[in-house]
């Protein structure tokens, strides 16, 4: 099993600043089939990211995904008011799949 | 629209089985793989089952394998998971999820709004 390494466990920011967000693998993921996932409390999570780097529909250009391998960054290039929320790295190249366990960007 | 509800979650005696099951509707349910995951209050997310979209291949999260069975209707446009062999850990709001597979597994875009189990004596 892969398991991925959310840091960091929480990052506090004000409006507007950068927020980079990292998941490590144990493995290398197959096809970098990387996801990253937002959620709020009490809703289901939505997805931003997919394939390491393909930003899903709908989802603002501020959200941005890299890396490959073992190694993958979510950036928030400015961070907006509903920002604030948790952060799910997600791989699911390998079966079984795994979630990383949330970085949580709260307000400074 | 596109849409996943999600049935069945209820309390529970240790040691007894439930179902749930998926609803989708608003896109094409037999060209997504779905999955069912699953959030313990106040935890993070975990993965628990996947299945294909032509039910041929499944995955399992090995703490469930053996006691929970995903399976889904294309005809009915339904995701079911048979739970079996409940344990109090397993008390969690349990969501079903799937993304678009064409030649490319693209990510879990859709998601339930969740059922809630609560597995107590």
């Known amino acids: 099993e892969i398991v991925l390494t959310q840091s960091p466990g929480t990052m506090s920011l004000s409006p507007g600043e950068r927020a980079t967000l990292s998941c490590r693998a144990s493995q290398s993921i197959d096809n970098n089939y990387l996801g990253w996932f937002q959620q709020k409390r009490g809703r289901a999570p939505r997805l931003l990211v997919y394939g390491a780097s393909r930003r899903a529909t709908g989802i603002p250009d501020r959200f941005s995904g890299s890396g490959s391998g073992t190694d993958f960054t979510l950036t928030i290039s400015r961070l907006e008011p509903e920002d604030f929320a948790v952060y799910y790295c997600?791989?699911?190249?390998?079966?079984?799949?795994?979630f990383g366990q949330g970085t949580k960007v709260e307000i400074k | 629209q596109v849409q996943l509800v999600e049935s069945g979650g209820g309390l529970v005696k240790p040691g007894g089985s439930l179902r749930l099951s998926c609803s989708a509707s608003?896109?094409?349910?037999?060209?997504?793989?779905m999955t069912w995951v699953r959030q313990a209050p106040g935890k993070g997310l975990e993965f628990l089952a996947y299945i294909d979209t032509s039910t041929q291949t499944t995955y399992y999260a090995d703490f469930v394998k053996g006691r929970f069975t995903i399976s889904r209707d294309n005809l009915k446009d339904s995701l079911y998971l048979d739970m079996n062999g409940l344990r109090v850990e397993d008390t969690a709001v349990y969501y079903c999820?799937?993304?678009?597979?064409?030649?490319?597994?693209?990510?879990?875009?859709?998601w339930g709004q969740g059922t809630t189990v609560t597995v107590s004596s």
């Open positions: 997600q791989q699911y190249g390998n079966s079984p799949w795994t």
């Open positions: 608003g896109f094409t349910f037999p060209d997504f793989y």
């Open positions: 999820a799937g993304g678009r597979y064409y030649y490319y597994r693209y990510g879990m875009d859709v």
